[in-house]
């Protein structure tokens, strides 16, 4: 019998940038997946995809999974490389998720695929560490866990507050009469070319410039930074971390404007603070905030490309003919049968 395991992507709402510095976030999973099929059995992991005509077919004692080609199989050596299955399997992956758009269409395939080589999927969070390692392994870049444990961990109908110092979760319902909608900008950078790394070394190093976790720095903390890149940098995450909070309070009371406006104030603090937009995202934000109906917009995930999320009153983005738009909802949890 094949074994099948689904993983939603995401978006996230509110908190970039702060999940790799202990910080707070706020993702959603999607109703857009990836769902991988295996056989079990054999000494290699064997997959086709819809998404690229080149196979993966990955011994399981694969040494070097980023040097592996083609560069979608490099997430399925990671998989293997970290999880050690004792069995590998053919199968194919099929997603509904864009490739590299910023849905973390990693992530779910790193998920899915580490449940249908028998991952324990009893413990979200340990699925989430495996999986975040995985993608270590892969890409080469030292993402933060928010992917992976709001694909392995989220609840339908809910966002997912994380406390990335603690990993405690908070289920927060998302109202009825509320759009999140999608924006893809078309614009394609994978993390790993983008400056990534470069912004956690940055966080890093205003960390040790004030001897204080920024999770718990104040605001008198970050003025205490020599003004400049560092300075900036700790700004956009204290006040992020804030701002998680007051987004999902102000969602769970039902408080639209203020959730939508956390958002906005989020974008501009990426855009100049964290420098992580772009031009093409910035006018986004701004076109759909300018929109009858929309109460907040924000580039979501990494930045540098990617997609723009808005959240507004039913339809509210129909008119805008603006292209690759399309409405979310909140998917529960990466499930295996
Ligand atoms: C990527 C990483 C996450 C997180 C975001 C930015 O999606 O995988 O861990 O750091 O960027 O918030």
Do not use: K
């Amino acid at each position: 019998m094949p074994v099948i395991a689904r993983a939603p992507g995401r978006v996230n709402l509110i908190g970039d940038h702060t999940d790799y510095s202990g910080g707070l976030v706020c993702p959603m999973a999607i109703d857009l997946a990836t769902t991988v099929t295996i056989e079990p059995g054999g000494d290699r992991v064997e997959l086709r995809s819809d998404a690229d005509p080149e196979p993966a077919s990955i011994p399981l004692d694969v040494a070097d999974p980023a040097s592996v080609e083609p560069a979608w199989a490099r997430y399925v050596a990671g998989v293997v490389a970290v999880l050690r299955p004792a069995l590998g399997g053919r199968g194919t992956v099929s997603t509904t998720l864009p490739v590299g758009a910023g849905l973390s269409s990693s992530a779910a395939l790193e998920v899915a695929l580490a449940l249908a080589l028998g991952a324990d999927d009893h413990d979200p969070v340990a699925l989430a560490h495996l999986c975040q390692r995985a993608e270590h392994v892969a890409s080469g870049v030292p993402c933060g866990i928010m992917d992976q444990l709001v694909v392995a961990a989220a609840v339908e109908g809910h966002a997912l507050m994380i406390d990335c110092a603690t990993l405690s979760l908070t289920h927060v319902p998302i109202p009825p009469g509320v759009d999140v909608v999608v924006v893809d900008s078309g614009e394609r950078r994978t993390l790993a070319t983008s400056a990534y790394a470069e912004r956690r070394a940055e966080v890093a190093g205003a960390e040790a410039l004030i001897a204080t976790p920024l999770r718990a720095a104040t605001d008198a903390d970050v003025t205490r930074l020599p003004p400049g890149t560092l300075r900036r940098r700790a700004r956009h995450v204290v006040t992020e971390n804030r701002r998680v909070t007051t987004f999902a309070a102000a969602l769970s009371a039902g408080d639209l404007a203020a959730a939508g406006a956390a958002m906005t104030e989020s974008h501009a603090s990426l855009r100049d603070d964290f420098a992580v937009s772009t031009p093409t995202l910035d006018a986004l934000v701004a076109r759909l905030v300018s929109a009858p109906g929309v109460w907040g917009a924000r580039l979501t995930g990494a930045g540098f490309g990617g997609c723009v999320i808005a959240l507004t009153e039913p339809g509210a983005t129909a008119g805008l003919g603006l292209p690759g738009v399309r409405t979310v909802t909140a998917a529960g949890p990466a499930t295996r049968r």
